[in-house]
């Protein structure tokens, strides 16, 4: 479970760069994987992580995962759609220079040159008062949820999430 956050999975090796997650090992992605052998794991998982690399890193960041799934593996990513609902709109405000585009065609090529199958789902999340709303997005971006907050008017926060799955053959 790579960049786990506050979200450790069970049976998995939780790995996060910062020191106050509940993570297992505290290193960062690139470390961990340099560390595993070839053809070792049976499952990996990250979830919004790769929305935080540029491309160059994310491709390498593929690749790593490439080589340490074993044959039958599976490897799973969770990213936001950048192109759909409020919340999109946010995350390209709080991280302008990884999400320029807005186009879901050119977020699902990325993965699709790298043998990725997409299943979109769309979602909402409401809050039930403005509290729990700054709670979410003070988790989600603590470097600058207040002016995010500023530009949010309603309790109801669209998006869409794509769920991208290959299995290493």
Same mark, same amino acid.
């Given at each position: 479970? $790579?960049?786990?956050?506050?979200? &450790?999975?069970?049976?998995? $090796?939780? $790995?996060?760069?910062?020191?106050?997650?509940?993570?297992?090992?505290?290193?960062?992605?690139?470390?961990?994987?340099?560390?595993?052998?070839?053809?070792?794991?049976?499952? %990996?998982?990250?979830?919004?992580?790769?929305?935080?690399?540029? #491309? &160059?890193?994310?491709?390498?960041?593929?690749?790593?995962?490439?080589?340490?799934?074993?044959?039958?593996? =599976?490897?799973?990513? %969770?990213?936001?759609?950048?192109?759909?609902?409020?919340?999109?709109?946010?995350?390209?405000?709080?991280?302008?220079?990884?999400?320029?585009?807005?186009?879901?065609?050119?977020?699902?090529?990325?993965?699709?040159? =790298?043998?990725?199958?997409? =299943?979109?789902?769309?979602?909402?999340?409401?809050?039930?008062?403005?509290?729990?709303?700054?709670?979410?997005?003070?988790?989600?971006?603590?470097?600058?949820?207040?002016?995010?907050?500023?530009?949010?008017? #309603?309790?109801?926060?669209?998006?869409? %999430?794509?769920?991208?799955?290959?299995? #290493?053959?």
């Amino acid at each position: 479970n $790579v960049a786990c956050g506050n979200y &450790p999975l069970k049976d998995y $090796v939780n $790995v996060d760069l910062d020191p106050t997650t509940p993570a297992d090992r505290h290193v960062d992605a690139f470390t961990f994987l340099g560390e595993q052998a070839t053809d070792s794991a049976t499952e %990996i998982y990250a979830g919004h992580f790769l929305e935080h690399l540029d #491309k &160059p890193d994310a491709d390498r960041f593929l690749a790593e995962c490439y080589r340490v799934l074993q044959p039958g593996g =599976h490897f799973f990513v %969770i990213d936001v759609n950048p192109g759909v609902g409020e919340y999109a709109r946010i995350v390209r405000r709080a991280y302008p220079d990884i999400f320029q585009a807005n186009d879901q065609r050119d977020h699902e090529a990325f993965f699709a040159r =790298h043998g990725f199958r997409c =299943h979109a789902v769309s979602t909402a999340f409401r809050a039930p008062d403005r509290a729990a709303l700054e709670a979410v997005l003070r988790m989600d971006f603590p470097h600058c949820w207040r002016g995010l907050a500023d530009g949010v008017t #309603k309790l109801e926060l669209t998006y869409a %999430i794509s769920v991208y799955h290959w299995r #290493k053959d």
